[in-house]
């Protein structure tokens, strides 16, 4: 049978496309994109296949119904994160630190202060002589429909809990703007995200300043904590009843904190910061879930005098001041507590049902030694280095033209 000029016409078409596509040459407007590619910088050695993993989900596709976002402005990108609508919750965050982002002597920062005034004062002259700016918390830009307002953790004792953090991008101003969605956030008891996760975020910084580039992998954990893991709690140091439950509310745990804060004496370990009003919590997160822990994974790729190095810990979410460690262990001192939960990355992934393509297998047993070496860690963003012009500053510009500068991101197409 004689096939039709346009049958024949077809059939090349289609043997053009398979072509084309198998050998990667197949135009970019005709190649399926992931919302995690306008990030791509952020996930080892540049490759979305690199970005963690969900249960197994493809690396470009976010698992169930949660979803991909990239924070960026037109010059370049961020962070990414995996987000579960539902719960509100970020589940990772991936991003990349280099050290000449940062500048000489990490001084091309501004200080946490500084930052917020850029955001907050009107005029040029305001942030010039402002001193005191407020963190720009602010509803995520990207995520349609439903989400939390920068209000949404009033009255739980609850902080919001930065999984990417500020301090990692005080180099642009727009990064550290954008980290302060709240998306990005996590309600973190204060005894954890003011003490011993801040601990880790600062010695992550000076390993990326002093040593990088690195990437990093932070997300929540939601299952049973593996607390029979670490040595601290088959020691009794820390008490793993203490420890958030699996099955819990949002307003369980903060009931739970009220308790404390009522029948427990000032200064004790297992009293809040402040009290809570769980009668005053917003309905919005009333009955979401709270992450059992937390974790970070950080990934150093091979260098001329060194191969790829690796480590990751994995923090509890617990009711105990985890810094109070220090007072059971010779020679541990509050800052260093973190050390105590550094995991093997196999363990993070079987707990946290999450995976890290990037990372060769071989290395997700008991990562590097190297870190165990390089423990120095100082604060990048210090009153007298962190006043230098990083990336992203408006000249004469006024608030509205600065956040205007900064939100010409967003997965808008």
């Known amino acids: 049978m004689r096939m039709s000029l346009y049958t024949i016409l077809f059939k090349k078409a289609k043997l053009l496309f398979l072509v084309l596509f198998f050998s990667g040459m197949l135009p970019a407007h005709l ?25 197994y989900s493809s690396p ?23 987000y579960w609508p539902e719960q509100y919750a970020p589940r990772w965050v991936a991003y990349k630190i280099s050290p000449e982002q940062f500048g000489e002597g990490a001084c091309n920062t501004f200080t946490r202060n500084t930052a917020g005034c850029y955001f907050k004062t009107d005029t040029w002259d305001e942030f010039l002589a402002c001193t005191d700016g407020d963190d720009p918390f602010h509803p995520d830009l990207i995520i349609k429909g439903n989400k939390l307002d920068e209000y949404a953790f009033q009255s739980t004792a609850h902080d919001r809990g930065h999984m990417a953090p500020g301090q990692s991008f005080s180099w642009n101003v727009c990064g550290w703007y954008h980290t ?13 995200n003011q003490r011993i996760w801040a601990d880790l975020e600062q ?17 929540a954990l939601f299952s049973d904590f593996p607390y029979d893991k670490f040595q601290v709690y088959r020691d009794s140091a820390l008490h793993s009843e203490q420890i958030y439950p699996r099955v819990n509310t949002f307003e369980q745990i903060v009931r739970r904190a009220d308790t404390n804060y009522e029948t427990t004496m000032s200064g004790d370990i297992l009293r809040p910061s402040r009290n809570p009003n769980p009668e005053r919590m917003k309905d919005q997160v009333r009955n979401t879930r709270i992450p ?15 191969g790829p190095r690796t480590i990751g810990f994995l923090i509890p979410h617990s009711f105990e001041s985890l810094n109070m460690l220090a007072d059971h262990y010779e020679g541990l001192s509050r800052s260093k507590a973190f050390w105590a939960f550094a995991a093997r990355i196999d363990l993070i992934e079987e707990a946290g049902g999450v995976q890290f393509p990037g990372i060769p297998d071989e290395l ?14 100082r604060q990048i963003r210090s009153n007298t280095c962190g006043m230098g012009t ?11 033209e600065r956040f205007e500068a900064c939100k010409l991101l967003m997965n808008e197409e």
């Open 292 to 306: 059992t822990g937390y974790y970070t994974v950080i990934y150093i790729p091979a260098t001329e005098h060194e």
């Open 390 to 400: 990083p990336q992203g500053i408006v000249e004469n510009s006024t608030q509205e």
């Open 31 to 55: 190649v399926a994109q992931s919302a995690l590619d306008p990030c791509i910088d952020q996930f080892i050695g540049s490759a979305v296949e690199n970005a963690p993993t969900l249960f």
């Open 180 to 192: 302060f969605t709240m998306a990005n956030m996590s309600p973190q008891r204060g005894l954890l």
């Open 364 to 377: 997700k047993q008991w990562g590097s030694d190297w870190f165990f070496s390089h423990q120095t860690s």
């Open 60 to 82: 470009d596709e976010p698992f169930d119904t949660n979803q991909h976002l990239c924070y960026r402005t037109e010059a370049q990108s961020f962070f990414a994160m995996e």
């Open 203 to 219: 010695q992550v910084l000076t390993w990326a300043v002093d040593e990088g580039p690195l990437y990093v992998m932070t997300g």
